[in-house]
């Protein structure tokens, strides 16, 4: 960045302001590179292994600043906003122009237009950055109240200070405008969690899912760093806004290599895909997620899977341009990730029909969400008017519904994980068998995991059928893909079953001699039921109260995602 | 009214109050677990019956807002931010007119008459009873709402509880029964949700100058408030066809028509008697309310070209429920199947798209709950003692069981219309209506009549003549509480079955609008309109 503005011509104290004012704007990122690092020698000093906790309540904090500080990011665009004058330059950093001139001041005070940037802030990396750091607060205290966690004690510190790590990549996978960056950040969060689902090292499962998390990632990062390549080729730019104004006159004049940038995007895809766990590039995703301990697949499932879409969207709605006239992209990606959307999702719901793991089956679920998530994608980029904000235009309704699908599955997936953390806690098993009567155990927890999974069937009264609601309005309104919304919908119904299983096994099915037998016997009260602590009764309803309130008033929820299309 | 009071929402939401009330009860008292469900549907008689004394017969509601009545209307989501939304409004709106209101007085009924046939109930009685609530709750619900997502919320909010209640107290072959259920059911109503967004994105109200994409029933009816270029734009266009599909099908599951019906036998058949009543007595009558006030009320182009295919499964309900009724050697399976005959009246009826044939059907929706209550309360009476229910393994019931022989003779003289009982009237009124319009159809169905005479008697002769097989000299006659259960619908039945005239009275306008609706939508009236023009 530094040497395009030392070239410009730019007064070095104006220099010195924008790059003051471009750290003000980094401020989350920067809470959370401190707070990875300090949480580092928090560790090494912490020499009780009782006390490491402590370094998970310092990641909390560290996570509840990057939130507080994202929130400040926000723009809210309607009702009181801050600062709307301000915002066509005010809130990026590092900003980016079209038309790529020399950078230029707009206000000395607010910002700068500035090419080849790297990373930008707008009100959709804000919500991503905030529904992330959300997702880290509340896998922080379900690792503190994990037993496969705690079972490692000497080891606890590592782990928060590599989850603060991931989650900074998170933080800069949706906020990235350079091929480079989404590589880099893409490569930070994958390495992480390549360590973090390697956690339980002494357990077999954990180590197996760790190596072909890194087999798998390192073959798709290669393919899509090889993607990217082609694309610079093509275009002589990283960054994608530049490649976006490089392939628009390319298409415009019919010089444009249609094979080369075809395999680009593919390539490229390949990448986002497997972080987000597309179809046909999700086959590490049921291992993992069954190996890793519970709170690391919690943390993969929502935060990771959010930084991908981030990722994703960035890509596919920045780098490929669209025909001014038609609003069609130029290159037909919408159709490629309607077919990928409609695989995944039905290969995740099928292969999620016959698992006996509550676990896998969770995987394979999740596998079918990216798919439910790209349908909205879909229907973004089957009429994409981006730039240009025009708030009717049907392209963010997509944008719009993705988000709001994205917090609602954070709410519910995380919540269905941490119940079955505790149920795993005392019962040292996540085998759907096992869960064998286990209403009359803990009617609590019983009770609020099939909340957690009505929601994510997608029945009215809990978020989760907001999220769909809204994914069907916003491809509802591109009638060509009829198809697509009836492949989700019987989808819907298919996932029914798998989730009914788990409240059929215990609801209706009595506990008998196979069911797993507890871990101790000082777990069971007088009145029969498992004994938990209050504090991990009441982190329940963090994810309870969530799920059903935005599922009966759901007015702040839309209103909240809805500032997501107001970027650039 | 007497008292301005949300009597709708009382209705509604009462049976949510005796669910919480229950959930702080203590586990082991059971009697007052179900002195509070007593109470709470004993209630909602009171309520119905208020609703009925205050009723205005001669207002029609259907598409007409003004006129329903004991309307509640609050303002719920307001999504305005998001343009390309539109600006989405979804209102609490309850209200009544003459096709709800004996859906309303059915169900109060039925729910109290299941909380009466509960009490055999044994395992986990707290749990039973809050499902049980939560379950009349949704029900009661679906015959209230205005508002097209408050009532695909109510539709969905049984499907829980329902599960439940087969699933941990049914039968033997419970958990397959009850996932049967509840995948059918989503099947449909998530097509039914498709449907409803596509109504949601042509429907726009003007409010304050804004523009609102309403969930309103009956701004949904209304042709003016459709977006031009909208998916459901028109008359008669591909996409009207298509929505009307998708709705029908969730309706058709319900119902449950030919060939969906499949669920059914299973869930009666392994739910327990209570859930049995519920279920035939009223959650069967939600697919056909549903048809007629949305399917019939929004899409009345299409229903109008389209009722000549309903025709046709209506007439293969009757006859195919009715030879599959014969097959059955489970007394159970039997009545199951007859609803599935008898739900073909209710279309046949609405398919004549006739004054007399829709009173037909929405009367015969009200017998058939009330007398197919009495068949599984009946059923019921007998498993509870026998524990089997098996036609064949009976014989000469009449003079050991004679109370119960009344009864029974009663319920099975009614289910196959015999005059002087309320079927009668209901399946007369119905072929009356299909007549003028399907000839051929409704001699067809008229067979139906006499394979379900020949079913049910051949049944009653098995089980109550003849010589009683040793095994069962046990058997004792009706305890009290079954006769409380058995007696008000036996007096129901044959009242109406003589002076049908004060639940008829009830739905005649709202009908008669209804049927002046579809047809004033009939293709030849749609051409006509257009050779004028």
Known sequence: MSFFLLDSGIPTAELTKFVNFSMGKFIPELILTAGFLFAIVLDLLIKDKNAKKLVGYFAFIVLAAAFAMSWDQLAYFHGEMKDIPKWAGGKMIFPYSQTLPAPQLISPSEGFFAPFSMVVVDNLSVIFKMIISLAGMFVVGMSLLSREVEDRGRRNGEFFSLLLAMTLGMFLMPASMDLLMMYISLELVSITSYIMAGFMKDSPRSTEASMKYVLFGAFSSGLMIYGFSILYGLTGSTNIMAIKAVLETQFLSGSVNTVALTVAVILSLVGMGYKISAAPFHFWTPDVYEGAPIPVTALLSVASKAGGFGLLMRFLFFAIPSNAQTMQPYFNWPIILAIMSALTMTLGNFAALRQSNVKRMLAYSTIAHAGYMMVALVSVGAFQRLIGQDPGSPSNAGITAILIYLISYLFTNLGAFYVIMLIANKINSEEIEDYKGFAKRSPLLAVSLSLFLVSLTGIPLTVGFIGKFYIFIAILKQPQYLWLVVVMALNSVVSLYYYVRVMQSMFIKQADAQTAPLLGEMEIQADGTLRYSMMSKIFIFVFLIPTILFGIYFTPLVDFAGNAIRFF | ?533
């Open chain 2, 1 to 533: 009214m007497p008292f301005n009071i949300p009597i709708l929402s009382i209705l509604t939401f009462l049976p949510v109050l005796g669910m919480i009330i229950t959930a702080f009860l203590p586990k082991d008292n059971i009697k007052v677990i179900r002195g509070v469900t007593v109470a709470v549907t004993a209630l909602q008689i009171i309520f119905a019956i208020m609703v009925w004394m205050n009723f205005n017969t001669a207002l029609p509601g259907i598409n007409d807002m003004k006129t329903y009545q004991f309307v509640e209307r609050f303002q719920w989501i307001r999504i305005s931010g998001l343009p390309i939304f539109g600006n989405i409004a979804i209102d609490y709106t309850m209200g009544i007119d003459g096709i709800s209101v004996t859906m309303i007085i059915l169900t109060a009924l039925i729910s109290f008459i299941g909380a009466i046939a509960s009490f055999s109930i044994g395992k986990q009685t707290k749990g039973y009873f809050m499902m049980y609530l939560l379950l009349v709750t949704g029900m009661m619900g679906v015959f209230c709402a205005l508002d097209f997502f408050l009532f695909y919320i109510f539709w969905e909010l049984m499907l829980l509880p329902m599960y439940f209640l087969i699933g941990i107290w049914g039968g033997p072959r419970r958990e397959y029964a009850a996932i049967k259920f509840f995948i059918y059911t989503l099947f449909g109503s998530i097509f039914m949700l498709l449907a409803m967004i596509g109504l949601n994105m042509t429907t726009v109200v003007q409010v304050g100058g804004i523009q609102w994409h309403t969930f309103n029933l009956i701004d949904m009816m209304n042709p003016i408030n459709h977006l031009p270029g909208a998916i459901f734009t028109g008359t008669l266009t591909t996409w009207r066809y298509v929505g009307y599909l998708a709705l029908f099908l969730g309706f058709a599951i319900k119902i449950p028509m030919f060939p969906f019906h499949t669920w059914l036998p299973d869930a009666h058949v392994e739910a327990p008697t209570a859930i049995s009543v519920i279920l035939a007595g009223v959650l069967l009558k939600m697919g056909t309310y549903g048809i007629l006030r949305i399917c019939f009320g929004i899409f009345p182009d299409v229903a109008a070209a389209t009722s000549k295919y309903m025709v046709i499964f209506g007439v293969i309900n009757i006859v195919y429920g009715a030879f599959c009724a014969m097959a059955q050697k489970d007394l159970k399976k039997l009545i199951a199947y007859s609803s599935v005959s008898h739900m073909g009246y209710v279309l046949l009826g609405m398919a004549a798209l006739n004054s007399q044939g829709m009173v037909g059907a929405i009367f015969q929706m009200f017998n058939h709950g009330t007398i197919t209550a009495m068949l599984f309360l009946s059923v019921g009476v007998l498993y509870d003692r026998a524990h089997t229910r098996g036609l064949n393994e009976f014989g000469g019931l009449a003079n050991k069981m004679p109370r119960y022989f009344a009864f029974v003779v009663i319920c099975y003289f009614a289910s196959l219309g015999l005059p002087g009982f309320s079927g009668f009237i209901s399946e007369a009124f119905v072929f009356l209506g299909a007549f003028q319009v399907f000839q051929f159809w409704t001699i067809i169905a008229t067979l139906g009549i006499i394979l379900t005479a020949a079913y049910m008697l051949w049944a009653l002769q098995r089980m109550f003549l003849g010589t009683l097989p040793e095994r069962w000299e046990g058997l004792t006659d009706m305890n009290s509480r079954e006769m409380v259960a058995l007696l008000p619908l036996a007096v129901i039945v044959i009242f109406f079955g003589i002076y049908p005239s004060p639940i008829l009275n009830l739905m005649t306008t709202s009908v008669n609008h209804l049927a002046a609706l579809v047809q004033s939508a009939t293709p030849q009236v749609i051409q006509a309109a257009t050779t004028l023009q």
